[in-house]
């Protein structure tokens, strides 16, 4: 489907050595997220002593994954929050910056970086690489013993230990196609509803009411699920990257 395509944000294609090296549009994408992000925590960190409802909006957002943090992982878990809210932040703009009409401008055609694999993906191999950092550099090589869980018979160590550690392999996959899955799937439905409205409208009048109509307010309704959805989505993937970081810090 085109909203899924991947293609140069300015028209022209810059390969270099054999290799495409085009800004593309989710690159583009990206960008404005940041920077959306960016004025989003720059008009709220003013620090004034009664505080506006921008400043607590990003003083709640900052509480909030402190405060996840702290109850999954412990006062060390304070350390992970600059991390762990940039993951979570820039997730959420992401999905929702996704969502917003700007197709109604002619020449712009939105684009949802979450709904690739590759930045999901990249995003879950960089929690993992923190997690593996904090614990390999905190317990050494008794981090193994998290995949031996506590009161294994000795003879059902090998396997369980097998079993722990592939478990423990999946988890960026898992974790990056979670996102992946679930803002795709989102857009394909809302993108079938949208053809139903105009293939509705295209047909005539006798198809407006039993094809247009109940289609546009199934998409309105969609659309609003949606953004919650994208507001769980990057709660979700914060939360089980701070599970995950309490297992490397709280080794049992």
């Known amino acids: 489907m085109h909203q899924f395509?991947?293609?140069p944000a300015f028209g022209s294609h810059w390969i270099v050595g054999g290799y495409d090296l085009s800004f593309t549009n989710s690159a583009l994408w990206m960008v404005v997220t940041v920077v959306a992000?960016?004025?989003?925590?720059?008009?709220g960190m003013k620090r004034e002593l009664v505080p506006g409802r921008w400043q607590a909006a990003v003083e709640g957002f900052t509480g909030f994954i402190s405060g996840m943090l702290t109850q999954n992982i412990g006062p060390e878990g304070k350390r992970f929050v600059p991390y762990v809210f940039s993951l979570f932040m820039f997730i959420l703009f992401a999905n929702i910056?996704?969502?917003?009409?700007?197709?109604?401008?002619?020449g712009v055609h939105p684009f949802t970086v979450t709904s690739h694999?590759?930045?999901?993906?990249v995003l879950a191999l960089i929690s993992f690489g923190i997690v593996l950092l904090v614990g390999f550099g905190k317990h050494g090589f008794h981090f193994f013993s998290l995949f031996v869980p506590h009161g294994t018979p000795p003879l059902?160590?090998?396997l369980i230990f097998v079993v722990e550690l592939m478990s423990f392999l999946?988890?960026?996959?898992s974790l990056g196609l979670r996102l992946f899955v679930a803002m795709t799937a989102?857009?394909?439905?809302?993108k079938v509803l949208a053809a139903f409205v105009i293939n509705g409208l295209n047909l005539g009048a006798g198809y407006i009411a039993i094809v247009s109509l109940p289609s546009f307010v199934l998409m309105v309704g969609i659309t609003l699920l949606e953004l919650l959805v994208a507001a769980i989505?990057?709660?979700?993937?914060?939360?089980?990257?701070?599970v995950y970081l309490n297992d490397a810090v709280n080794l049992h």
């Open 170 to 173: 999946v988890r960026p996959f």
């Open 37 to 43: 992000l960016w004025a989003f925590m720059i008009g």
């Open 233 to 242: 989505q990057a709660y979700v993937f914060a939360l089980l990257t701070s």
């Open 117 to 121: 694999m590759t930045v999901t993906g």
């Open 97 to 106: 910056i996704g969502l917003l009409p700007f197709g109604i401008v002619p």
């Open 156 to 158: 059902m160590i090998p």
């Open 5 to 7: 395509l991947i293609e």
């Open 186 to 190: 989102g857009h394909i439905l809302l």
